[in-house]
Structure formats: structure tokens, C-alpha cells
């Protein structure tokens, strides 16, 4: 099993509409978690951090967590052409410095 | 956050060679690391960078391939050495500025072995 897994899509929906990432991880211990959005060419840049359960958010982001069942997402509403982009789930896995990365969903937004 | 600048941003190189890819930070980071990215593929972290203490490499990653500087505070080279094509990829460092276990990363360096 891997450490972080996320549906590699790509996951399409029209503008304006909720776009929903998931993110499932391994070890029960982890207490930290993030989304990165990485546009083609680009570096990952890091658009949400959660460490508690339930719900965060900012702007058209919403982070969600719930720790019983291994489980973030993170969801995109109103969602923009340029949402389009691969977003990134991140863990740090208990006792290491470190963040273990998904493979990354692909969000396509069509006008 | 921190700002993160890399050099340089792209080089193709032949086989055989080393490169040293250098990745400055524009203030004060407890850590750093260095990742691998294919195309169209996910990080892979090479290694974590401590000031002041030996690098901390990843399964399958060795330091006689990839030998780490961390001088200070704000700065770290990796070097990609005896090149082969497979090392071409693209090379990120990331930095940690405080307690939390977010990173920032550079804009990434692209090299080319031929």
C-alpha cells in the first residue's frame, strides 16, 4: 500500500462548478497534511495546510480531514479555467521531518 | 513563506560529467530538501538537508551519486555526478521555515544528459 494515494484522474468539470480531490494515506500517526497545485512546467506551490479534523478554509478552497478514517480532500468551488492544474496531496509521516507526496490528481476546468 | 531562487534553471550535459545545482534562500530555514521529478510524474525526495550535520538520503539514493552542501542557513548545493542519461529530470529543492512541516519550493532546475 502506498503511503499516499490519490486518484490520478484527470478529474473534468465545467467552470464554476465544485471541484473534489481526494487523498487517502497510510499511517494512522500523521498529524500533518497539505495540498500543493502544480501548473505544467511549474514547481508545486503550497495552497492549503491542515492538522486538524474537519473543515478549513480559504477563499474558493475548502481542506477537509478527518483522521478516524485516513482521509483529506480538498475542494474547489466556483472553480476557474485556471484551476487546471495537478494538485498534490502531501503527509508528514510520524517521527520524520519529511513530506511523502501522492502521484498527484489532474483538474481540468472547461470553459 | 520563503522566496527560493535555484541556478541554473536549465543545462544539458553529457554523460560522464557532474553538474551542481544551487539553491538559495532568501531568509533564515531550519531545513531543506532536494526532490526528483519525471515528467508527468510525482516528487521523489532525494534528500533532507541540515545545517551543520551530514545530509539524510532516501532509499536509493546515495551520497557518492549526490553529494550535498549545506553551508549555512540560507544555502545548499546538490551535485548530480557521473551523469547518465537517466539522471535527466527535473531537480527541486524545498525549504522549511519553521516548526511546521510545510515546505516552499524553488522554481526547479531541468537537466538534460545526453
Known amino acids: 500500500q502506498k503511503e499516499v494515494e490519490q486518484n490520478s484522474g484527470p478529474l473534468s468539470v465545467p467552470e464554476g462548478a465544485i471541484a473534489s480531490l481526494n487523498c487517502t494515506y497510510s499511517?494512522?500517526?500523521?498529524?500533518?497534511f497539505f495540498w500543493y497545485r502544480q501548473y505544467s512546467g511549474k514547481s508545486p506551490e503550497l495552497i492549503m495546510s491542515i492538522y486538524s479534523n474537519g473543515d478549513k478554509e480559504d477563499g474558493r478552497f475548502t481542506a477537509q480531514l478527518n483522521k478516524a478514517s485516513q482521509y483529506v480532500s480538498l475542494l474547489i468551488r466556483d472553480s476557474q479555467p485556471s484551476d487546471s492544474a495537478t494538485y498534490l496531496c502531501?503527509?508528514?509521516?510520524?517521527?520524520?521531518?519529511?513530506?511523502?507526496f501522492g502521484t498527484g490528481t489532474r483538474l481540468l476546468v472547461s470553459p | 513563506s520563503a522566496v527560493i531562487s535555484q541556478k541554473p534553471s536549465r543545462d544539458i550535459c553529457q554523460r560522464g560529467t557532474s553538474l551542481t545545482i544551487q539553491c538559495q534562500v532568501d531568509?533564515?530555514?531550519?531545513?531543506m530538501f532536494w526532490y526528483r521529478q519525471q515528467p508527468g510524474q510525482s516528487l521523489t525526495l532525494i534528500a533532507t538537508a541540515n545545517q551543520g550535520s551530514e545530509a539524510t538520503y532516501e532509499s536509493g539514493f546515495v551520497i557518492d551519486k549526490f553529494p550535498i552542501s549545506r553551508p549555512n542557513l540560507t544555502f545548499s548545493t546538490l551535485t548530480v555526478s557521473n551523469m547518465s542519461p537517466e539522471d535527466s529530470s527535473i531537480y527541486l529543492c524545498s525549504a522549511r521555515t519553521g516548526l511546521l512541516y510545510e515546505q516552499y519550493f524553488g522554481p526547479g532546475t531541468r537537466l538534460t544528459v545526453t
Open positions: 502531501a503527509v508528514n509521516p510520524p517521527g520524520f521531518q519529511k513530506l511523502v
Open positions: 499511517d494512522r500517526g500523521s498529524q500533518s
Open positions: 531568509s533564515q530555514v531550519t531545513m
